[in-house]
């Protein structure tokens, strides 16, 4: 298995992601002031704020918390985030690249650096290590939605070009440029999605062995722990024994 999907399931599986609700919370909230800063505050005329409102009704964020980050947006009272991207390697040469939505890019900077340096990793120029990944759509439906076949069959139809299904979520992949359409149709077949997001699938991966896993978590972790961090993707790939240890 590689990349942060595999991180996804370990967290999962050790009670992270519980722990971690009011951040996500408070992240899931930017996304959706910055999303309807940018365009009308009408999910209907906004795709970006329909996709970040639903992601944040997906991890159950209250109702009220939408509409307040929303109105924050409309009354101009929201702070001005900017996007920004870094890119670096972490321990065993593992790429990352990171997102966040900052309001003072100065302390983001210094904040994502110290943790490269604190692994043993380091920061790089823009680019460094963007064209280890593409860019493409992931549109997730929990397992109970139907079994892989029915999923595979719907994902087909639909356009996307690849599925991995476990015992918790079926997981599908499209081109960047076709995520609206892909979506759509699947909707229509399968209901509404869990998520629907943009990320960085690796397109070339470095195996680590336990230890070096280990540290790349831990890497993840603290820049996930950051408020301004929204994403985090790395290239790393271990081995189903490794895998099994990790999620012991």
């Known amino acids: ?23 996500v919370f408070s992240k899931l909230a930017r996304e959706i002031t910055v999303a309807a ?20 009704k997906a991890q159950s964020m209250p109702k009220d918390n939408i509409e307040r980050a929303i109105k924050k947006a409309s009354g101009g009272e929201a702070e001005n985030y900017d996007e ?17 939505l900052t309001d003072n890019r100065n302390r983001t900077a210094s904040n994502v650096r110290a943790a490269f340096t604190k692994a043993g990793g380091a ?15 992931e549109i997730i439906y929990k397992a109970t939605v139907g079994d892989a076949d029915k999923i595979m069959e719907a994902a087909i139809e639909a356009g996307a070009e690849d599925v991995q299904s476990d015992g918790e979520e079926h997981v599908i992949i499209c081109a960047f ?16 999605a869990e998520s629907i997001k943009t990320v960085f699938k690796p ?20 820049l996930e722990d950051d408020d301004d961090v ?10 189903e024994e490794v895998l099994a240890k990790l999620s012991a």
């Open 37 to 56: 800063k940018q365009g009308l505050p009408d999910p209907t005329m906004n795709s970006r704020l329909r996709l970040a409102i639903q992601n944040a």
């Open 123 to 137: 920061l790089g120029e823009t680019g460094s290590v963007g064209f280890m990944f593409n860019r493409v759509g």
């Open 203 to 222: 397109a070339t991966t470095a195996p680590v062995d336990e230890e070096k896993a280990q540290s790349v978590l831990r890497l993840i972790a603290t």
């Open 177 to 192: 440029e076709d995520i609206g359409d892909v979506s759509k149709s699947l909707e229509s077949a399968l209901g509404e």
């Open 84 to 100: 920004v991207r870094y890119e670096g390697y972490g321990p065993g040469g593992v790429a990352f690249i990171v997102e966040a």
């Open 230 to 239: 929204q994403n985090v993707y790395a290239n790393f790939e271990v081995s």
């Open 1 to 23: 298995m590689a990349g942060h999907s595999q991180f996804k399931n370990i967290m999962h599986r050790k009670g992270r992601q519980d722990a971690m609700r009011s951040k």
